[in-house]
Each structure stands twice: as structure tokens, then as C-alpha cells.
Nanobody, 113 residues
Framework: QVQFVESGGGLVQPGGSLRLSCAAS????????MGWYRQAPGKQRQLVAAITGDGNTNYADSVKGRFTISRDNAKNTVYLRMNSLKPEDTAVYYC???????WGQGTQVTVSS
């Protein structure tokens, strides 16, 4: 089972940007679906962006136009570029190819002035 390690989070002011990285322990070439999820305090984990093996993407309405998901199969890494960040984007961000598989530690994103 491929495992994922998230990084790139931090504290950023409203309107700022971050790029999250999701490094896989093995090849993601044959993994069709990859998703970025987030969980805010007191809320359920939700899917915010997804990408398929042929490059199709899908986004939650709350992040559409601000977040961009991409994947580099050669580097076994999936990225999430986040622009125009808002306080409501504050959460722990996770990546996974299967929401029923074990989760990594995630990376904390805090948007605050």
C-alpha cells in the first residue's frame, strides 16, 4: 500500500498563497485518483480537489478558481496550489487515493492576520 506524506503548510495572511506537496512512498503512475482533503476543527474531513491519471480535475465549490491540483508522476508527488487564501481555509490538509485507506499526518494550514 502506497503511503503519503504531506508538507508545505504554514501560517499565511488572508489573500496569501501556499503550495502543498504530497510525496508518495511508491509509484503513483498507476494510481488513477488522487485527492486533497481538509479537516477543520470540529468539522468532518472533506474533499477539496481531485485529479485523475489522465489529468481531469475537480474542485469543491468553496475553492474553485483559487486552488489548483496537479501531479508529477515522475516525482511521485501531487501538489495543491492555494491562492487567495481565506480564514475559512484554515484546516489540516491531507492527500490520499482512497478515503477509506489510512491517513497520513497531514499538514496544518492557518490563514490569519
Amino acid at each position: 500500500q502506497v503511503q503519503f506524506v504531506e508538507s508545505g503548510g504554514g501560517l499565511v495572511q488572508p489573500g496569501g498563497s501556499l503550495r502543498l506537496s504530497c510525496a508518495a512512498s511508491g509509484s503513483i503512475f498507476c494510481i488513477y485518483f488522487m485527492g486533497w482533503y481538509r479537516q477543520a476543527p470540529g468539522k468532518q474531513r472533506q474533499l477539496v480537489a481531485a485529479i485523475t491519471g489522465d489529468g481531469n480535475t475537480n474542485y469543491a465549490d468553496s475553492v474553485k478558481g483559487r486552488f489548483t491540483i496537479s501531479r508529477d508522476n515522475a516525482k511521485n508527488t501531487v501538489y495543491l496550489r492555494m491562492n487567495s487564501l481565506k480564514p475559512e481555509d484554515t484546516a489540516v490538509y491531507y492527500c490520499n487515493n482512497n478515503p477509506f485507506a489510512p491517513w497520513g499526518q497531514g499538514t496544518q494550514v492557518t490563514v490569519s492576520s
